[in-house]
T-cell receptor, first 115, second 111 residues
């Protein structure tokens, strides 16, 4: 149980384009999902907390207009990186929290490369 | 001072030994604590969590928590080469939904 999927697993795009990443909880309902970014050999950095049916809460320093988050259902959250630039190249990982619990289960991650 | 401190390692232990991974945290409001394992190039996977002071065992893993000292640890018994990974300590931020991740300790188990 508690399986989280992400799509795509990797993406290469040109500078200036937008990329959408999907995060799905497959066998449970997740009222809260989280988006993280991890650069090589660095720690996980929380970007935003996504609550179903409401606006995401962004961490300090994360541009909400650049990283658009939508959490339209209890099993799906999306992250759109708008006008991507090479410095946005990173490993993007989502996690989902079981309703009423603290535990977060992570998706397999999406590796984004912006040329 | 970082919110969550972990020795970056690498911690090198021989196969079959006990690996001891330590973590200190600054938020006294934290009530739940999680250990995740992350293999290189992969996303974190949950090992176990602990809420109460003392020890909690799950198979070869034992989590230890001392809230007064703001200290949490993970012991891995009978370490295997497949345990070689980065171990992330993550207290839940007091009053918030989110976890605060440490930078992780890299464990290397050699045959």
């Amino acid at each position: 149980g508690a399986v989280v999927s992400q799509h795509p697993s990797w993406v290469i795009c040109k500078s200036g384009t937008s990329v959408k990443i999907e995060c799905r909880s497959l066998d449970f309902q997740a009222t809260t999902m989280f988006w993280y970014r991890q650069f090589p050999k660095q720690s996980l950095m929380l970007m935003a907390t996504s609550n179903e049916g409401s606006k995401a809460t962004y961490e300090q320093g994360v541009e909400k207009d650049k990283f658009l988050i939508n959490h339209a259902s209890l099993t799906l959250s999306t992250l759109t990186v708008t006008s991507a630039h090479p410095e946005d190249s990173s490993f993007y990982i989502c996690s989902a929290r079981l309703s009423g619990a603290d535990t977060q289960y992570f998706g397999p991650g999406t590796r984004l490369t912006v040329l | 001072q970082k919110e969550v401190e972990q020795n970056s390692g690498p911690l090198s232990v021989p196969e079959g030994a006990i690996a001891s991974l330590n973590c200190t945290y600054s938020d006294r409001g934290s009530q739940s604590f999680f250990w995740y394992r992350q293999y290189s190039g992969k996303s974190p996977e949950l090992i176990m969590f602990i809420y109460s002071n003392g020890d909690k065992e799950d198979g070869r893993f034992t989590a230890q928590l001392n809230k007064a000292s703001q200290y949490v640890s993970l012991l891995i018994r009978d370490s295997q080469p497949s345990d070689s990974a980065t171990y992330l300590c993550a207290p839940r931020a007091g009053g918030y939904n989110k976890l605060i991740f440490g930078a992780g300790t890299r464990l290397a188990v050699h045959p």
